[in-house]
């Protein structure tokens, strides 16, 4: 998916206030000073990660993946794009994504059937998520519940494709489902960790994950972004939402 392929209002979807560019601006100067010490500091990390996925399954050590983003223009609107991100591979090489697909389609319409069929020993408060997926290589399963997987998404922010702190960035068929509201969750950049990350992740329904990201924008400032930051630690430890 690209900018001039989007359909309906996916293609500008707000206006950017005087306030929120000073905001903005600070955020990304922020965020590449961050980002740059913690890739230094988690790099021995990575490295035993990438020895681990190689004698486990092999190359290639990383996964790219289309995701979505919001990106202001030169006019102070939001339009939406495509971008690559970057991974530690979990899964099989050329792993089938239809059963993704098929998870998230259910879960944006609220299917609950279709939920169930993917994961039907679910019990509440856990990951809506299908269960025991068989794509997952051995180290993927470990790296995926300690969050290590998501690290090489430092390098997005150091590029500005992404932001520390932010909603999550779709996947263009998730794009697709989504309502008017729903876009609005794509009028800041998209980040590696979220108001709604550290709130449940995908152990809340689809329409609540949503409104989590809502109140994000409502309370965004760099201050709140500080404070997501620091409850993403124990957020990942406490592995709420990653099954």
Known sequence: MTTGTL??????????????VAYFTAKRTIDVCVALVLLVVVSPLLLVACALVMIDSGRPLFFRQERIRGRRDGHGSWVLESFTLFKLR????????????????????????????????????????????????RVGQVLRRLSIDELPQLWNVIRGDMSLVGPRPPMPYEVDLYSDRDLLRLTTPQGITGWAQIKGRSAVAFPELIGRDLEYLEHQSIGFDLKVMLLTVPAVLSRRGAD
Do not use: K, N
Request: positive net charge.
């Open 7 to 20: 359909s309906q209002t996916q293609a500008v979807i707000c206006r950017t206030s005087t306030r929120r």
């Open 90 to 137: 979990t899964m099989v090489v050329d792993a089938d994504s239809s059963l993704h697909q098929a998870y998230m389609t259910a879960y944006i319409r609220g299917d609950q059937r279709g939920l169930r069929a993917l994961r039907p020993d679910r019990r509440d408060g856990e990951s809506f998520r299908p269960g025991r997926d068989p794509r997952l290589t």
